[in-house]
């Protein structure tokens, strides 16, 4: 009996976990060298071995969060922050029992400025017993400790805004590396994510860094449409060492700047605009320049995927657009100007077009066609659903097993946002529907609980080495155009042949 937990040899040392219930359970083992001094700003070190036994009870500390008022809604609330965020949680069925179980590598979402893997909704002890899988969750440097360039500024300070996605790959080495003495197989090892996390996951797919240490992903509302250019991420430096009080040619001098100083100013930059921050940079060395055009090519050939979105994504950020209750149609079409550079002198003639092609596809489905409605669907489309689905396009040019889903789970809770927004799949895929804050929004009902473990299932034998399918569901083919077969997640689940497909198709001029 593990009267006091069990214990398993890594090569860095001894650590010794939980036990709860049929479920072991190791938090907050380092897969890096702390990120500090020195060291910020820089890429990611193996750990130092220590000796005796490490404590592996308790989640490390989380990397240091921006203010977002979404976060409490969700559920993404840390009990600590620090620099010191380098480490990654594990749950298994059977640690040393010799047996190689799939593995499941959860990277979580949060706008790159707020979120960890110690989330009360990733609590994968229900996936680990439903699947007999072993699933492990990570932290990665957030805002400017893991996404900030300052490369061409010429200060000192040598940074490429990509420290955190060495962080990812430092630790899906660790995974290769360690996995095994945790009953995983790191052979078979599927990475998925949600929002920041699914953008972070289709990097990794172009990036040769990555090769070989994914073999399966799940990607949950994010994709390359969502990475920057080094211009911008410039721009982003810029400001945020105007807020500090440093000139660009003394950017050396961040190194020095206090942890709380620099997320006041992360702050203050994300306060002017609507757009985050920070988010990948397509550099052209790590990250290929053009990431869309490397998928085409065949950067990640041979890695099965599960791509989707939520219908109506942007629900979820109603309440902080206080203009969007009384958007008329001027406002909507100056809105979606904005949306199409390149489509004229503002993107009017274009945006015109996508306002009429969204209205007369709503309306022949009797969908609302209201101002507010049709900008909603068509900024979902914009930052989540056009993106997902031509990265499924280009890759299943090469790798045919690629699966597309659309969530459209309503949450109908009073006083909760409402509709199929995004991240309200996230209790569905970890069967925290009980347990989480999301769960609330989505509802506790026992329908929920149905979809859920078909979500579960489904998410396990696709990981398991097959088509995603499980009792309940209709079956899922694999997506290529002109069908695009599309799971539709929903009370009642079925499959549809390209859903808004006139939608999809105004965007296909302006991704690639």
């Known amino acids: 009996m593990e009267t006091q937990g069990p214990v398993v040899e890594t090569q860095r040392g001894r650590v010794r976990g939980t036990v709860e219930g049929s479920v072991r359970v190791f ?41 977002r008022p979404l ?38 979402g949060g706008a790159w400025v707020i979120g960890s893997g110690s989330e009360r909704t990733y609590d ?17 440097r957030l805002g400017p400790f893991g996404f900030l360039r300052t490369r061409e500024l010429g200060g000192g300070l040598d940074a490429t805004g990509n420290e955190a996605m ?8 660790w995974v290769r590396d360690e996995i095994a003495a945790f009953g995983g197989d790191p052979g078979n090892v599927t990475v998925f994510g949600e929002s920041a996390g699914s953008v972070n996951i289709a990097c990794l797919l172009t990036m040769p860094r990555a090769r070989g240490l994914l073999h399966r992903a799940i990607l949950q ?57 920070f988010s990948p940079v397509a550099d052209g060395e790590l990250i290929p320049a053009r990431p869309f055009a490397a998928i085409a090519e065949g950067s990640a050939r041979g890695v ?19 203009l969007l209750e009384r958007l008329d149609e001027a406002a909507l079409l100056q809105r979606c100007g904005l949306l199409f550079p390149g489509a004229g002198p503002d993107g009017r003639a274009h945006a015109e077009r996508a306002v009429d092609t969204y209205r007369s596809a709503r309306r022949a489905r009797g969908e ?23 990265l499924a396009e280009f890759h299943a040019r090469h790798t045919p097993e690629v699966f597309v889903y659309q969530f459209e789970w309503k949450g109908k809770e009073p006083g909760r946002p409402q509709g199929a927004i995004h991240a309200l799949e996230l209790p569905f895929v970890f069967g925290t529907l009980a347990t989480s804050e999301i769960g609330a929004i989505a509802g506790r009902t026992p329908a929920g609980r149905t979809l859920s ?6 998410w396990i034998a696709f990981v398991r080495g097959g088509p995603p399918r499980a009792a309940g569901l209709p079956e899922w083919p694999a997506y290529a155009p002109p069908r695009r077969a599309t799971m539709v997640l929903a009370d009642l689940p079925r499959l549809v042949d390209a859903p808004q497909e006139p939608e999809r198709a105004v965007w296909d001029a302006f991704l690639g």
Not at 368 to 390: N, P, Q
Request: glycine share 8%; aromatic share 6%.
């Open 166 to 173: 060495l962080d990812q790959v430092a630790a899906l080495e």
């Open 453 to 458: 473990a078909q979500m579960q299932d489904a």
């Open 304 to 322: 099965p995927l599960i791509v989707g979105t939520n219908l109506e994504e942007m629900k979820l950020y109603r309440f902080l657009d206080p």
């Open 124 to 140: 994968a002890s229900h996936l680990v017993r439903r699947g007999d899988v072993v699933v492990v969750t990570i932290n990665y």
């Open 221 to 277: 509302s994010g994709s390359l449409n969502l990475t920057r250019p080094p211009s911008m991420a410039l721009d982003v430096a810029r400001q945020i060492l105007a807020e500090v009080g440093l000139a660009p040619e003394h950017a050396h001098r961040l190194r020095d700047v206090p942890a709380k100083d620099l997320m006041a100013a992360t702050n203050a930059v994300a306060g002017r605009s609507v757009i985050p921050p």
């Open 71 to 108: 976060a409490p809604i969700l559920g993404i609330l840390v009990d600590e922050e620090s620099e010191d965020c380098l480490t990654l949680n594990v749950w298994t069925p059977g640690p040393g029992d010799g047996t190689r179980r799939p593995v499941m590598v959860w990277i979580h």
């Open 27 to 67: 938090r907050g083992i380092p897969f890096a060298k702390p990120p500090v001094g020195p060291q910020r700003f820089g890429a990611p070190e193996a750990p130092e071995p220590w000796p005796g036994v490490r404590d592996a009870t308790r989640f490390g500390p989380a990397s240091h969060q921006a203010s």
């Open 368 to 390: 609302d066609a209201s101002a507010v409605e049709t900008w909603l669907a068509i900024s979902t489309d914009h930052v989540f659903r056009a993106g997902a689905l031509k």
